[in-house]
């Protein structure tokens, strides 16, 4: 230890109630400023990258302070104010600093003993750039696939090994091993271009002789030149197409042949030139209205909500805010739920905003992730509108002028797990507050939350939307008796003759269709007919899902897997029967139903794979499928043209859901996915199919009945006493053991009730009560609004501390998930 008495305090990225603190010299004491990261030794032998919260003189009471490692920035890369909000976070979501630090930062800040370092293939890299020590571990790297820190402090014989990894990173030589994630996948636009062997005079001369005994291709070839002489950029097969007036199956003719290339590039790291930007459009006067609505509204409200039904112009209004703000100089900050961040949307924005917009991504690469922290930090002009996901709530904003949150209904909103299980749109609320800068909540469908803020307690601002933009008419919205339909022989599989009689003529006129299912898979369940046995996970339990493709057996939770079963293993029988549906069923079944129908399927299994998303949208953009059957993928913020037909295959798998607003998320849900239907003049059709038409919420789905579905769920959230009116507060004890779990949740129970009375529900095992080898039970704390949420919540921590201080219940872990969902 430094014979000094100059001190630190930093957040470790590890759930530690406390700060850590360390010693330092009298000329580090200096260097460092709030904000900075240290490498600092903790526990045995591990090192941890840390950030420094506060530089004092005071030396700990109980410990010894060790010395830090060293220091890894020259400039703090977190500032004072995202400080503050991590510790509004902490404390309202119970939990630690440590915690929202891992959330916070990209993984490449935050190197450790035990991080895997990997070579970036997706970089050349020029050797002779490399400084010595970088070059050795470059070379390393050509043989190991991977190396931990102490292998390269091995290599370079020396202790302090980050700064050498720091430059490696920003050098793009090499990548920080990441979980499995699956990757964000940006937008691939099709290119073409001559083949490389036509570039010769006599070559390209032979071809168009070769050509003129095929007209049309080679008229493609002269329009090709034409767009070449007028730019020089990459010319787009979409250019193509238009300018020659040709077919698709004609230009992949020319491409089969080899005489054409087609290529490939993404959207997003393709940038705008000055020329190319747009004028945002010019409002419309329901529009404009609405525009001033908002602007009244934000005179004395922080926090407007806007509700506009689908395809009203929300998307024109919100640039016209963000214009409003680059004028004053100042950030924007527009988020958009996980799966609503389409390149549709990127490309959008980016033909008003050019340049100045970055997206942000949890899925995005480290180093794209990394770029646009240091942009957004330096207040560069590529980061004036970030678009991004839940986690860009913790980029190091400058001067931020507007938060946008679209859907601010959806549930990805909120982190599920692991901590910190924020949720997005509120802690959005509290950073513009930071900033004294407005937010604007989005949707067509607002959460009962917000709704509730906004017109009954108003403590929001309002603004409506009423007519979809060009006054085209909200789809036509047809319920389907399946019962009924059942009972009259007038299904085939899974489709009423309406649905095949809408669907023949959608195809007829050369339209395109959606079809919404609930489930992926081919048919999630399979039973016995004989005994009535169905296989399940032995890791969860829950039920496995058929998957045809593989003849397989899963489970969604764990991944278990076998091949399917011939015989039942509980009786022998070999009638196993498929219970339920799935996406893949649906998509075999319109095969047979229209033979000569293009079908895709858009799930999570169809979507894995690199770039495939992306594939799957932009085939059925360029029509070249006829309908496409997906999963809840499919309801979020894609504009087809073309698109007159929604079918949702079984709208009572939503409304059966064991949760208590399943009701509400049917309700969005529906009307989201018929939101796909007709955005142009042509009126849309959706039909619904249902074993209870008369079920209240398709009756208000099928009539647009927003505030007939608001006050009637919230009476019922009245009576039963949730949110909006009560809070809630989910713990959750997870342990291996059975008896365990069981006997540790009914003595915190007990503790609780001790305190908060009736408003204590449970214990109870959730549907699902094993994952992963672990069993799980809920105790659910209701919060009246005259109750005080911070006394609640100290009550709260201190039964869980004397629950952990009994020796048998300390291996328990106990999930505190604040305002659940
Ligand atoms: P929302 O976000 O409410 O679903 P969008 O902003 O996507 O609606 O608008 C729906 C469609 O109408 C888009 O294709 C959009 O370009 C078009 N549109 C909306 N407002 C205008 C306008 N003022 N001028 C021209 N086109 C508009
Ligand atoms: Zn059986
Ligand atoms: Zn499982």
Known sequence: MYNSNYFIDVILPVPLEKQFTYAITHAESEFLKVGMRVAVPFGKRKIYTALVLNIHQNAPDVYEAKDIHQILDEQPIVKEFQLKLWQWMANYYMCTLGDILRAALPSAFLLESETNIILNKDEEVDDLQLKDDEFLVYEALQHQSSLKIEDISNILDKKTVFPVIKRLLEKSVINVEEELYEKYKPKLIRYVKLNDTYNVQDALNELME???????????????????????????????????????????????????????????????????????KSLNSDQENTLNEIAESFENQNVTLLRGVTSSGKTEIYVKLIEAILKQEKQVLYLVPEIALTSQLVNRLSTYFGNQISVYHSRYSLNERVEVWHHVLNNSDKAKVILGARSSVFLPFNNLGLIIVDEEHEQSYKQFDPAPRYHARDTAIVLANLFKA??????????????????????????????????????????????????????????????????????????????????????????????????????????????????????????????????????????????????????????????????????????????????????????????????????????????????????????????????????????????????????????????????????????????????????????????????????????????????????????????????????????????????????????PQNQSLSKTKEAILKIKNSFLSIKDFRPIKVILNVDNY
């Open 210 to 280: 070769t050509l003129s005994r095929a007209p049309k291709q080679r008229q493609i070839i002269m329009s090709l030149f034409v767009l070449k002489s007028t730019s020089k950029k990459p010319i787009k097969v979409s250019d193509l197409l238009e300018k020659s007036e040709a077919t698709s199956t004609q230009i992949k003719a020319l491409i089969d042949k080899e005489i054409l290339e087609e290529y490939y590039l993404k959207t997003d790291r393709v940038s705008f030139e000055k020329d190319e930007i747009l004028e945002s």
């Open 438 to 783: 407005k937010t604007l909540l989005g949707s067509a469908t607002p959460s009962i939350e917000s709704y509730y803020n906004a017109v009954k307690e108003k403590k929001y601002g309002f603004a409506e939307l009423k007519t979809r933009y060009n006054d085209v008419l909200m789809p036509e919205i047809e319920l389907v008796d399946i019962k009924d339909k059942q009972k009259r022989k007038r299904m085939q599989g899974h489709f009423s003759d309406r649905l095949i009689e809408e669907m023949t003529e959608a195809l007829d006129n050369d339209n395109q269709i959606i079809l919404f299912q609930n489930r992926r898979g081919f048919s999630p369940i399979i039973e016995c007919n004989t005994c009535g046995h169905s296989p399940q996970c032995s890791n969860c339990d829950v039920s496995l899902t058929y998957h045809q493709y593989k003849n397989q057996l899963r489970c969604h939770y764990c991944g278990y897997a076998i091949a399917m079963p011939k015989n039942c293993e509980a009786c022998g029988s070999s009638e196993l029967d498929n219970k339920g549906f799935g996406t893949e069923q649906i998509e075999e079944e319109v095969r047979a139903l229209f033979p000569k129908v293009k079908v895709a399927r858009m799930d999570l299994d169809t979507t894995r794979g690199k770039y495939s998303y992306e594939r799957i949208i932009s085939s059925f953009e360029q029509h070249e499928v006829d309908v496409l059957v997906g999963t809840q993928m499919v309801t979020k913020g894609l504009d087809f043209r073309n698109v007159k037909l929604v079918g949702i295959m079984n709208a009572d798998s939503l409304l059966n859901f064991p949760d208590f607003r399943a009701h509400e998320r049917s309700f969005q849900l529906m009307l989201q996915v018929a939101g796909r239907a007709g955005r142009t003049d042509e009126r849309g059709k959706v039909l619904i199919q249902t074993y209870n038409p008369y079920h209240k919420i398709l009756q208000q789905v099928s009539t647009n009945d927003y505030l007939g579905m608001f006050y009637e769920q919230l009476d019922e959230r009245y009576n039963y006493k949730y949110p909006p009116i009560y809070r809630l507060i989910k713990v959750t004890l997870r342990h291996r053991d059975y008896n365990k779990v069981n006997d540790g949740a009914e003595w915190m129970a007990k503790s609780f009730r001790q305190v908060f009375k009736q408003h204590v529900l449970g214990p109870e095992f959730p549907p699902i009560s094993r994952i992963r080898n672990q069993y799980h039970k809920n105790i659910l704390i209701k919060i």
